[in-house]
C-alpha cells in the first residue's frame, strides 16, 4: 500500500479498480496488433500457459478421483478382418471394465451401496428371521399363505444371509477399498512434495491483497516464511513467492472416515461368521456349564466352532426382585439382579457376581446377561400307594407383566394308579404369585409373590414323548391324555396354596404345591468376536467424518519483488478446497501481521506502477495478454 493499509482480502476473483482500468488501458486503439498473426498466437499462448500456471495452484487439493462421463465407444476406429475385430473388442471390453471400475469406486456409488445396505437391513427387523426365532417364522408362515412364500423366495426371513444383502455387502466393501487405496497413495504423495509454486497472475486468486513496502523483497519473504511457519503452514521459498499449504488434516479424516467404515464391515462380517448365542434358564440352586448340549436353545454363525466356547461354569445362588408397590409405575421393578458363584476353567478359583440387566458377566470374550425371570413352584408327586414320584421346582413361564405363568407338568416314569396300571400324568400349571382373591380373574395382580395360587388341570395316558418328536417342555399335548373327573363329573381343576394338596379321583395319586416357591433366571450367553473392532471404526468414522467437515485445505502464496520504481510490491493470495469465507479472512489477518513486519513505502501520487498496470513509459498501442479467469479449487463446486 502506498497511502493506507491495504490488508483486507478480495474475493470472487474480481480485480481491483486500477486492475480493471488497465484492462481497459490495454485495448490496442487502431488494433494494429491484433492484425498481426503473429500477435494473436503470442497472445494465445501465453493465455494458456497463464491458464495452466493457474491451474497448477488448485490441483491436488483433493484427492477424490475425477467424475467421468458415459463413454461412447472404447475401441475407436476398427481395421478390417477377424484380427481387427479382435483387437477392437479388447479395447472395448478393456475400455468399459475401467469405466465400470471407476464408477464403482466413485463417491456416488459408495453412498448409493451404503444406503441400500441400511434400506436392506429394515426387513431383518421387521420380519421375523430364521435365525433368531424359527417358531415365529413357521407361525408368520401360517398366517399369511400369500405372502408368506413370497417373502421366503426374496430371503427376508434370513435378511443378513440372503444372496441380494451379501451382494451389497461385497460391492460396498470393494468399492471403499478401490476408493481409498489409490487416495492413500496419492495423499502420500501430496505429503511428500511442496506446495506448488505461485501462479504469475496472484490477481485472479479468489482471495487476493496488494500493498507497497520499504522493506526488501528477501526480508518479506524471510518474515512471510517465518509467519506462516507459525500459522502451522508447511512452507517454502520458491523464487520471488513463498508457497504455503495447510489443512491436510481434511484429507486425513476423509481416508480415516473410508477406513473406519472397512474395519466396520469386517468387524460386523466377522462377528457374524464367529458369533455363537445361548440361552439357559436356572433355577435357584442349579448350575450352568458352559457346554453345547447345555444351552437350551442355541444358534453360531457359519465358521463357529465349539472349541471356541470359553470353559466356565456358575451357579444361580439366589435372584432379587423387588417392585413399586404404589403410583403409575406400579409393578415396575427396582431390584433385578441375579447372584452367582462362577469359575473359570476346570480348576478355576470360585468367585461371586452379581448379575443385573445392563450389567453381564464379562469372562473373555463372552457375556452372561440377565434376560428373564420368573417362578418355580416346587410339587411333589404321589402315586396311588403314596410313593413319591416326582418331586422338583417346575419352571413356567410368565404371560404378562405380572408375571401370571403357565407351563406344563409331566410326569413320565414311575408312576402306577391304584390297579398297579403304568401311565404317565400331566397337569396343565398356571402360576399367580398375587392371586386376587375368589371371584375375580384368573391373573396375577401384582409381580411379587403376595398371595401365591397354584391352578391345577390333572390328565393321565401318554404325553407322547416316547414318540420320538420334539416337544416344548412348557406345552403339555394332551392328544393321548383324559382328563381327570371329579365326583361331579366334571374337569379336576383346583387352586392350590403352598402346603394344599390335590387328591386324584379313585386313588390315582396326589399332588401337593409345596411351601417355598423358586425363583428362576434366564441368562443368555452371547460371544462377538469383532463388537470391539465395530465400536472402535464407529468411533473413527464419527472423527474422521467432523475432520473433513469442518476442517479446509487451503493454499497461500507471498510474492515480494522490486517494482519500476525500487519499492518492493507485496501480494499475497489464497486458495481454498471450496469456496468458503474462511480464505479470505484468513488471508486478511496473516496480510495483517505481515504488514505489521514490513514497514510502509512512502506516499506517491500514483499507483500506476503496481504489477499488471501500465507504466507511462509503456506505449498504450502494445499487445497485451488477456487475463485468464478465475481459477476455482479443484473439487471445488461450480456456478
Known amino acids: 500500500m502506498s497511502a493506507t493499509r491495504d490488508t483486507g482480502a478480495r474475493t470472487d476473483g474480481q480485480a481491483d479498480e486500477n486492475s480493471r482500468a488497465d484492462e481497459n488501458g490495454r485495448t490496442d486503439e487502431s488494433g494494429r496488433a491484433d492484425d498481426s498473426g503473429t500477435g494473436d498466437t503470442t497472445t494465445r499462448d501465453t493465455a494458456t500457459r497463464d491458464a495452466g500456471d493457474l491451474g497448477a495452484a488448485g490441483a491436488q487439493l483433493s484427492t477424490a478421483p475425477r467424475e467421468t462421463l458415459m463413454p461412447g465407444s472404447f475401441g475407436g476406429a476398427r481395421t478390417p478382418g477377424a ?6 473388442t479388447g479395447r472395448e ?45 413357521a407361525d408368520f408362515l401360517a398366517r399369511h399363505t400369500t405372502i408368506g412364500p413370497i417373502y421366503e423366495k426374496l430371503g427376508l426371513f434370513h435378511v443378513y444371509s440372503s444372496v441380494w444383502f451379501s451382494a451389497i455387502y461385497i460391492l460396498l466393501f470393494v468399492s471403499l477399498i478401490g ?38 523483497p528477501e526480508e518479506v519473504r524471510d518474515e512471510a516464511l517465518k509467519l506462516l511457519r507459525k500459522r502451522r503452514f508447511r512452507a517454502h521459498v520458491d523464487g520471488d513467492a513463498v508457497a504455503a499449504e495447510k489443512g491436510y488434516l481434511r484429507e486425513v479424516g476423509n481416508l480415516a472416515f ?44 457359519s465358521l463357529f466352532d465349539t472349541d471356541d466356547l470359553e470353559p466356565f461354569s456358575f451357579v444361580l445362588e439366589d435372584f432379587e426382585g423387588t417392585y413399586e408397590a404404589t403410583g ?72 404378562d407383566s405380572n408375571v401370571t405363568s403357565t407351563g406344563a407338568i409331566k410326569v413320565m416314569d414311575g408312576y402306577t394308579d391304584a390297579k398297579g396300571k403304568q401311565e404317565q400324568l400331566g397337569f396343565q400349571a398356571f402360576f399367580l404369585p398375587a392371586y386376587g382373591g375368589d371371584g375375580t380373574a384368573v391373573v396375577s395382580q401384582f409381580p411379587a409373590l403376595l398371595n401365591p395360587v397354584l391352578n391345577l388341570t390333572a390328565y393321565h395316558g401318554d404325553l407322547g414323548v416316547d414318540a420320538g418328536l420334539p416337544q416344548s417342555v412348557y406345552q403339555l399335548e394332551k392328544k393321548n391324555m383324559k382328563e381327570f373327573k371329579d365326583s361331579k363329573g366334571k374337569q379336576l381343576r383346583e387352586n392350590l396354596k403352598p402346603g394344599e394338596t390335590m387328591q386324584l379321583p379313585n386313588g390315582a395319586g396326589s399332588i401337593t ?55 518492493t510490491v507485496v501480494e499475497m493470495a489464497g486458495l481454498g478446497r471450496s469456496e468458503s469465507a474462511k480464505v479470505p479472512e484468513e488471508l486478511g489477518a496473516l496480510a495483517g501481521h505481515l504488514y505489521d513486519l514490513a514497514p510502509d513505502a512512502p506516499d506517491t501520487p500514483d499507483r500506476s506502477d503496481r504489477p499488471g498496470s501500465n507504466t507511462p513509459d509503456q506505449p498504450q498501442n502494445e499487445t497485451t495478454t488477456p487475463e485468464p479467469p478465475a481459477v476455482p479449487a479443484e473439487g471445488a463446486e461450480t456456478k
Request: glycine share 10%; charged share 20%; proline share 6%.
Open 328 to 399: 403409575p409405575n406400579k409393578g415396575t421393578p427396582r431390584t433385578y439382579q441375579a447372584k452367582v458363584d462362577y469359575s473359570e476353567g476346570a480348576d478355576g478359583k470360585e468367585q461371586k457376581k452379581t448379575v443385573k440387566v445392563n450389567q453381564p458377566l464379562d469372562i473373555d470374550d463372552s457375556k452372561v446377561y440377565l434376560t428373564a425371570h420368573g417362578y418355580a413352584p416346587v410339587v411333589t408327586v404321589r402315586d396311588g400307594k403314596g410313593e413319591i414320584v416326582y418331586q422338583q421346582a417346575v419352571p413356567l413361564l410368565p404371560l
Open 513 to 567: 404345591f409345596e411351601k417355598g416357591v423358586k425363583e428362576w433366571a434366564n441368562f443368555q450367553v452371547t460371544r462377538q468376536p469383532g463388537a470391539g473392532w465395530a465400536l472402535a471404526g464407529a468411533f473413527g468414522a464419527i472423527f474422521g467424518l467432523a475432520a473433513s467437515l469442518f476442517i479446509q485445505r487451503r493454499r497461500v502464496w507471498v510474492r515480494a519483488v522490486t517494482g519500476p520504481d525500487g519499492v
Open 83 to 88: 484380427m481387427g475385430w479382435l483387437a477392437w
Open 258 to 301: 473410508h477406513i473406519a467404515l472397512i474395519v466396520m464391515l469386517v468387524a460386523f462380517a466377522w462377528g457374524q461368521l464367529f458369533k455363537s448365542e445361548g440361552n439357559k434358564l436356572i433355577v435357584e440352586g442349579d448350575g450352568f456349564a458352559n457346554t453345547l448340549i447345555q444351552y437350551d436353545d442355541f444358534k453360531s454363525g
Open 93 to 137: 471390453i478393456t475400455g468399459w471394465a475401467r469405466w465400470i471400475w471407476r464408477q464403482l469406486t466413485s463417491m456416488r456409488v459408495a453412498l448409493l451401496l451404503l444406503f441400500l445396505l441400511s434400506l436392506g437391513a429394515i426387513p431383518g427387523s421387521l420380519i421375523p428371521q430364521s435365525g433368531t426365532d424359527e417358531t415365529k417364522v
Open 179 to 216: 476408493c481409498i487405496v489409490p487416495r492413500t497413495w496419492q495423499f502420500v504423495g501430496q505429503l511428500r512434495g511442496r506446495p506448488p509454486r505461485a501462479p504469475r497472475l496472484l490477481t485472479r486468486l479468489p482471495a487476493y491483497t496488494t500493498w507497497r513496502t520499504a522493506a526488501a
